[in-house]
């Protein structure tokens, strides 16, 4: 962690000294000098790195140098602020600048009492450690150099099937009132997975129309409980409700309904009895599954039916479980490894979780011909887990995690540990999560991989690793959503702490009282805060260390004008603002003194511009705004920030038609662009988008050329908005040819255009395209005859959501290589056609006719004939998932 500590350093250094000369004038010679000591460090930090045991002694040293690293960041970009901050009050300073002198001598203090001497304590206590053991070093441990094997990992599930069967026989009993059964047992043994896997099954889904799930955690909010349970029953805002008002809601709906909902971990009888105040218990056709660790909540939601206590696995289902992690069929193990693989599955005590973990380690040496490099990293893996789990049985699923993490490459474990910042139990979205990654300084740039590749490269390793979780994926196959169990979250929270790595702090408050105290967080570096986030405003808080402030709160918080300045005034040093649960009246034209930022997100209904004042934060790599305005105008010159790569938003963004300074060669990502903006002229200059969204009157683009300038472009989202008027009664009359779309086109969405079905073949025309998206009548009309014109020759996933079609045809060749069908709000299409079972993977259907829904089981039918049996239960055969009441 040291290594990546440094290298931000002398990045963020290489930029100083090549793009903002004019604001260390005077100090260069000390800025390279302390390059060239770093470049030093690093190798030095690299060679060591290859150790197979560095010992606690060189731990502690490797602690020291990125606290001196961290120090040195401080000072320069301290200095950075005020030499900015004079620059602005003195157009003199341009050309003398006292405020360079002061940064030389900081710098030669800093290199001659901090970094010098801590780097030859590290050096010397490297050499000794050689002496003792010269075996010691080398490049025998390559993990993290070597190809890791991209292996998809499917949720296994082992020993729960008579359990399933058992709790779904008392969903099904008839009683005289709302009955509530529980499921209890320590962490890691599956409570979860038990209760999805009840959640899927088929016979639950059709005996209960009404089907919910809601996360309650030990971080237990009722409002965010009852909000979760009206969403299946209503979309209005019921944000200016009172809980007490939500209660008689959330009961006046269910009262009415033959329903099931999940609580999943419930943490305490007070948890229980503020969600039981909106059950209405007069309902016997209801029924709630809850999950605990604790056995006084379940008996105190239910003294007649005694809770049903998860067991641990026996030592046959251990080992089909590993098997399954490992090598994702049962009997591929070698033969040679079995009696290996068993006593390392035995080791894990029967849980779950701690054989999922230790199965993602095993992954990491995985080699379908086995071989003896294999057999030894299992060797070693076995040795060690036997020594960390040792007699301790209440630490032996968290001693796993300890294990697999210090077998963690170091440009991994940052990644790991930060995803404790989000809240237990939250979706976590990956495109968030990889570019707070990059804005951090955790990702190393690897040509020619882009760093958005690498830090997706990373994510995938750790779900490989089996620590996190995915929960949702992208049409295209990349990760969407992901999740981590609460066990691994609180490791991460644990080892990211102020007494060990310090990489970030979870501000809490409890008896009306912040821990830590808000006049506590002078030295943390990044500060994570869920709730209660007016107050710990309101208390000035001052982190002139703190480099990131991340609100996750789950409620709107609309801060007082009075509150605004806190955050620039608390953390000058920002590098990443993520307050997007933050309602904030006006634009805070003070954030744009941070000169530091990387990545901010903001939200406020009245936003509709972006300041010309942001254009001097320089560093900006990531700009999202959360606004209700239809349109949204870039003020800022954004040719002047050249760091900025993705810049995400809903509204129409317009730019100045002045396009001023160089091109933007590593803007990525712009969404949603007016259509008035999309002229070659721009399109020259952002020459590297990868992924455009446009909204507004896409007739403009029917004759012109110039997406064919994107030749990069991969993703293109289209939304027709011609307000005032109405999309339906002024539909877009045609598409551009298809030499005009982008020609390396892969993902394709629409939205609202009402176009005729018989444009669909420019569509088909369209030859690397693989991903479209048909969305809010996209197209519109009764009669769909694919094929007569253009075949989708490479499409592999197609989603139809809100369509008025009722007869769809296709020819034999038109989908061949068609995968994934999502069909949504379809409810007037009579017939799925059944010439798609050929190539197709899914099908996905929900709020469609009985009479699809039909046909989709004719294709599973078809799907079966074709295959046989057996392709069910193989990964990769046919999925059919049908939305609970389609079929009824």
Request: net charge positive; charged share 30%; glycine share 4%.
């Amino acid at each position: 962690m040291a290594e990546a500590a440094i290298t931000f350093l002398l990045e963020n250094l290489q930029k100083l000294l090549s793009d903002h000369v004019h604001l260390i004038s005077g100090a260069e010679g000390e800025l390279k000098q302390l390059q060239n000591e770093l470049d030093l460090m690093k190798a030095f930090l690299v060679q060591s790195a290859n150790r197979r045991e560095k010992g606690e002694l060189f731990r502690q040293f490797e602690t020291q140098i990125r606290d001196v690293v961290h120090e040195a960041e401080d000072t320069l970009d301290t200095c950075l602020v005020e030499a900015a901050a004079g620059m602005k009050r003195n157009f003199l300073s341009r050309n003398l600048n006292p405020k360079g002198a002061s940064l030389a001598k900081k710098v030669k203090t800093l290199r001659e009492t901090e970094v010098k001497p801590i780097f030859e304590r590290a050096k010397i206590n490297f050499a000794n450690l050689q002496i003792a053991d010269p075996s010691a070093t080398g490049d025998e441990d390559t993990k993290g150099k070597a190809k890791k094997i991209p292996l998809l990992r499917e949720d296994n599930i082992v020993g729960f099937e008579g359990e399933a069967d058992t709790l779904i026989s008392y969903l099904n009993e008839e009683s005289e009132e709302l009955e509530v059964i529980s499921i209890i047992g320590m962490p890691g043994l599956g409570k979860t997975t038990l209760a999805w896997k009840i959640y899927k099954d088929s016979r639950v889904q059709f005996e209960f129309p009404t089907m919910i799930w809601v996360y309650v955690s030990q971080e237990f909010n009722r409002r965010d409980v009852f909000l979760t349970i009206l969403k299946k029953f209503t979309q209005v805002d019921m944000s200016s409700k009172t809980d007490n008002e939500l209660a008689c809601l959330v009961r006046s709906y269910l009262e009415k309904s033959k329903f099931i909902l999940f609580m999943d971990d419930v943490w305490t009888t007070e948890d229980w009895k503020n969600i039981e105040a909106a059950l209405p218990k007069g309902n016997k056709l209801g029924k709630v599954l809850i999950t605990s660790r604790h056995e006084r909540v379940a008996v105190h939601a239910n003294r007649k039916r005694e809770p049903h206590q998860l067991r641990f696995l026996d030592s046959t289902e251990s080992w089909e479980l590993l098997q399954l992690e490992v090598f994702r069929n049962l009997d591929d193990c070698p033969q040679d490894f079995k009696t290996l693989g068993k006593d390392i599955a035995r080791q894990c005590g029967g849980v779950p979780l701690a054989i999922v973990v230790i199965g993602g380690m095993l992954v990491e040496s995985f080699s379908p011909q086995g071989g003896s490099a294999m057999k030894s990293e299992w060797e070693k893996i076995s040795a060690s887990v036997n020594s960390y789990l040792a007699d301790d049985k209440e630490k032996r699923t968290e001693n796993i995690i300890a294990l697999s993490y210090k077998q963690m490459s170091h440009d991994l474990r940052d990644c790991f540990l930060y995803l404790g910042v989000f809240p237990e139990d939250t979706e976590i979205h990956a495109w968030k999560l990889i570019r707070l990654w990059i804005a951090e300084g955790f990702i190393k740039h690897k040509p020619p991989k882009s760093l958005e590749e690498v830090a997706e490269d990373n994510l995938k390793d750790l779900i490989n690793l089996n620590l996190v979780m995915v929960d949702k994926t992208k049409a295209e196959g990349g990760i969407k959503v992901c999740r981590m169990h609460d066990m691994i979250r609180e490791f991460c929270k644990a080892e990211a702490g102020i007494k060990k790595q310090n990489l970030f702090q979870e501000v809490k408050k409890s008896n009306n009282v912040f821990d830590p105290r808000v006049s506590q967080i002078q030295k943390h570096r990044r500060i994570c805060i869920h709730s209660y986030v007016q107050d710990f405003l309101r208390g000035r808080p001052k982190g002139p260390r703190v480099r990131s402030f991340l609100c996750f709160s789950k409620e709107t918080i609309t801060l007082p004008l009075e509150c605004i300045p806190s955050i620039p005034e608390a953390f000058d040093l920002l590098r990443v603002l993520d307050a997007n649960p933050i309602k904030f009246l006006k634009f805070p034209i003070k954030l744009t003194q941070l000169i530091h930022l990387r990545y901010i997100a903001l939200s406020g209904d009245e936003f509709k511009s972006l300041p010309d004042a942001v254009s001097k934060l320089w560093n900006l790599q990531t700009i999202r705004i959360d606004t209700i305005s239809r349109t949204f105008e870039i003020k800022a010159n954004i040719w002047k920030m050249r760091q900025l790569r993705h810049f995400k938003t809903k509204a129409a963004i317009t730019l100045s038609s002045e396009l001023k300074g160089e091109a933007a060669e590593n803007l990525q990502s712009l969404s949603r662009l007016s259509t008035q903006c999309c002229t070659e002229e721009l399109f020259n200059k952002t020459p590297n988008l990868i992924n455009l969204g446009i909204r507004g009157d896409l007739a403009t683009l029917s004759d012109s050329r110039c997406l064919i300038k994107l030749n990069r472009l991969q993703k293109l989202k289209l939304l027709y908005d011609v307000f005032p008027d109405v999309t339906s009664e002024n539909p877009l009359s045609r598409l551009a040819q298809p030499d005009r779309f982008p020609p390396n086109l892969k993902i394709l969405e629409l939205s609202a255009t009402h176009l005729s079905w018989k444009h669909m073949s420019t569509l088909g025309k369209l030859g690397a395209l693989k991903v479209l998206k048909l969305k809010d009548f996209a197209f519109v009309g009764k009669f769909w005859e694919a094929g007569v014109e253009g075949k989708f020759a490479s499409l592999e996933f197609l989603l139809i959501a809100r369509t008025d079609l009722e007869f769809w045809t296709a020819s034999s060749d038109c989908f061949p290589g068609l995968k994934c069908l999502v069909l949504k709000n379809c409810e007037r299409l009579e017939e799925i056609p059944l010439l798609l079972h050929k190539s197709l993977q899914i099908l996905d259907i929900e709020r469609v006719s009985k009479t699809a829904a039909a046909s989709a089981r004719k294709i599973e039918a078809e799907k079966e004939c074709m295959h046989g049996q057996q392709h069910r239960a193989k990964r990769g055969g046919f999925k059919l998932i049908i939305a609970p009441g389609d079929e009824r």
